[in-house]
């Protein structure tokens, strides 16, 4: 009796709570929506605006960050420097944690949209975040550039907002299998994560080396043991790798490798091309694992900013960091000429067409945000010494 | 389907599935021991364990290891080791007592509903686990080289590594030294006393709230153990490596039968093998998929897992 009195009572007091938290979604939703529609309105012509932002998306924390952080500090750098000299009328760089993750970028892409004076974005930097936020940033009218989001679909999608800085996988794949195939392996085995931008490599990469591929396995986001697939590798009798992912998984698996005493060549995309990929690692591992990357060496871009780069971080640029300052100034050099609405900066880069100052590459897009495909360029990267040693240039196939 | 891969390589494959089945076995009893007193999963559990990893980490980074070192001889490794896992226990011990203490003890004296229980159990998961994660920034740790890597044994196509045979060997010792703990000892015998009746237990002078500490102390003992092997194995860690080995593990507990010592080790080793036997034949995005398939298939037929609930029932 008193139990049955005290459920029904629990009864009463869950439907209550429920009716309270159903009425707060529904507010908080309105409350959005409201928040939208002013978001995406334009401010009046002809004054100037100050205080505008630039947002920077991407993994700033979290196993991945080495890909990311250094486009960031370079983006600070850009927006430094812009401010040295336009003192009068600043922009600041907003950023926005996405700690590489899909899931948290919705999220985060509403509240940057929500934000007015958010007028162009950096990123997002990873192919599956990309696929998550662009739709907010197309809806908003927000434009985009990545600095390294390479999956080949992104610009498939219809988001008049996208821009790639960089070369899509359809150029760096080849190039990756060309290098592989100048190893002379008897065998090549491919293992992919799972994830957008992986899959979408390691596909590229078994297209171009054909028969060469014997064998290929899947990885999971996330994974520890790896224990079936290098069971797998070492009875191949594969001599090289094709690993398309991130560091956080291909690390541990290039240990575990290692572990059971597999001596052939791991190559990798630029998801792995960073400093983490090395420290986690460690320099007896990864020796001579091979990274590929649609970017020049950083520390070889032009002009003044390496210089300008180990002044301010007291360290060489890292991986993207040269495209990253390049496209944050792209959105400075809209800023300046007063283009100070997200419409307007989206018509500066659709009729833009000048080489960056770091890069040397020429930012002319086609109608879909594809960089024009005879400016990009691939290198290889060999780890050396618990360094990422710039190989060589990839020839075109 | 690839039944080459399986046949090719079922030596290997045995081996490392009952490597990986050792260190789920060691976390699972974590789940089972405090399942078979309280009768509640203590979800915390995989973030202690997760703590563990980082034990071993610091443990060997305050001697000046990190991933760069070079391989330490092979005593200097064992003694590294060794100090390792006492580190990594006692921090292990220590956080599950935490959880007891701080999630679970004050509800059980305001005699919380169940699922208050559960949620403070999700939310000391949640704490552990992202406390980490800003703490250490979320980054990677690569796991300094400790045993060498050249097979020892070496019969036909069987191998196995210094890793190996030590992560069987220590997860064998450890086991043996629990059963032995719970059946044979005064502290044992609360602890079933515990799980059989803990009104009776009370009565006949047992302080329940001890046990209670004893049996988390345990737990996290294991999953610090488990911790520094699965460190050596996985050679990286991260705030959310609890997650995915927590969910395994309790699955093999579930598999043995939840409550159940002896259970709950050989749910894990049988689920370390099939996971990897399936790996092997279907490809590695089918592993978790395998193992939670043979999991409920097994408790469609057997619904208290294979040797039946009795952390209570087992008798000196």
């Not at chain 2, 563990?52 to 305050?62: E, K, R």
Request: glycine share 12%.
């Amino acid at each position: 009796m008193d139990a049955e009195r005290a459920s029904a009572l629990r009864q009463i007091f869950v439907r209550a709570i429920g009716g309270v938290a159903l009425a707060a979604l529904v507010m908080g939703g309105a409350a959005a929506c409201k928040q939208d529609e002013g978001g995406s309105g334009s401010n009046d012509a002809g004054a100037k605006v100050c205080d505008l932002k630039i947002g920077f998306f991407g993994a700033l924390s979290g196993a991945d960050a080495g890909l990311v952080t250094p486009g960031k500090q370079a983006a600070d750098m850009a927006i430094k420097q812009y401010n040295a000299e336009h003192g009068d009328c600043k922009v600041s760089l907003q950023e926005y944690d996405s700690q590489g993750k899909p899931e948290l970028s919705g999220g985060l892409a509403t509240s940057a949209v929500n934000d007015a004076k958010v007028v162009a974005m950096v990123g997002p930097a990873f192919s599956g975040e990309s696929e998550t936020a662009n739709p907010t940033f197309q809806q908003a009218g927000l434009p985009v550039i990545s600095q390294s989001a390479t999956r080949p679909s992104l610009s498939e999608q219809g988001w008049a907002i996208f821009h790639r800085g960089v070369g899509n996988d359809f150029s760096q794949g080849p190039a990756a299998a060309t290098y592989i195939k100048g190893l002379n392996p008897a065998k090549v085995f491919v293992v992919d994560d799972q994830s957008a931008y992986g899959a979408g490599l390691a596909d590229e990469v078994k297209k171009a080396l054909g028969p060469l591929v014997t064998a290929s396995d899947k990885a999971t986001d996330n994974q520890q043991d790896f224990s079936a697939i290098v069971t797998k590798v070492t009875s191949s009798g594969a001599t090289a790798l094709f690993y398309g992912g991130y560091t956080e998984e291909a690390s541990p698996f290039l240990k575990q490798l290692r572990q059971a005493n597999w001596k052939g060549t791991f190559v990798g995309g630029d998801g792995i091309y960073d400093a983490n990929m090395l420290s986690v690692t460690g320099n007896a591992d990864v020796e001579g694992a091979v990274a590929t990357c649609p970017c020049a060496p950083a520390t070889e871009a032009k002009g003044t900013f390496v210089a300008d780069f180990q002044k301010e971080y007291n360290a060489p640029p890292g991986v993207y960091a040269d495209v990253a300052y390049d496209v944050t100034k792209i959105f400075l050099e809209a800023i300046g000429e007063g283009k100070s609405t997200r419409a307007d900066i989206q018509a500066f880069l659709t009729s833009y067409g000048k080489p960056g100052a770091a890069t040397g590459v020429t930012y002319k897009w086609t109608d879909k945000g594809e960089l024009d495909p005879a400016q990009v360029r691939v290198w290889a990267y060999v780890a050396k010494n618990g360094q990422w040693a710039p190989d060589k240039e990839i020839p075109k196939a | 389907m690839q039944f080459n891969d399986l046949i090719n390589g079922f030596p290997v494959l045995t081996v490392t599935g009952l490597t990986q089945g050792a260190i789920y076995a060691l976390v699972a009893l974590g789940y089972t021991l405090v399942y078979g007193v309280l009768r509640l999963i203590n979800f915390a559990h995989s973030d202690v364990f997760m703590i563990g990893t980082f034990g071993a980490i610091w443990t060997w980074s305050a001697f000046g290891f990190d991933a760069n070192s070079p391989r330490p001889s092979l005593g200097e490794a064992l003694g590294l080791i060794a100090l390792a896992i006492v580190v990594a226990a006692l921090l292990c011990g220590f956080f599950a007592m935490l959880v007891e203490v701080t999630a679970y003890r004050p509800l059980r004296a305001r005699n919380a509903p169940p699922l208050a229980f559960l949620i403070t159990a999700i939310g000391a998961s949640f704490v552990l686990s992202e406390g980490m994660g800003a703490f250490t920034n979320r980054r990677q740790f690569g796991v300094p080289a400790m045993l060498p890597t050249d097979p020892v044994v070496n019969l036909g196509g069987w191998s196995l590594t210094p890793l190996q045979i030590s992560t069987l060997v220590v997860a064998v010792v450890a086991m043996v030294a629990l059963d032995w703990f719970v059946r044979r000892t005064r502290f044992g015998r609360g602890i079933r006393a515990v799980a059989q009746d803990s009104n009776t237990a009370a009565l006949m002078g047992v302080n329940k709230n001890r046990v209670i500490l004893l049996v988390f102390l345990i737990g996290g003992l294991m999953a610090g153990v488990a911790a520094v092997m699965s460190d050596m194995k996985a050679a990286s860690t991260r705030f959310n490596v609890g997650f995915l080995i927590g969910l395994k593990a309790f699955a093999a507990a579930v598999l043995g039968g939840i409550g159940n010592l002896r259970g709950a080790a050989l749910g894990g080793i049988l689920l370390g093998l099939v996971e990897n036997y399936g790996s092997a034949v279907f490809g590695t995005n089918f592993r978790d998929f395998i193992g939670f398939l043979v999991l409920i298939l097994l408790l469609m037929f057997r619904p208290t897992g294979l040797l039946g609930e009795s952390l209570g029932r087992a008798r000196a």
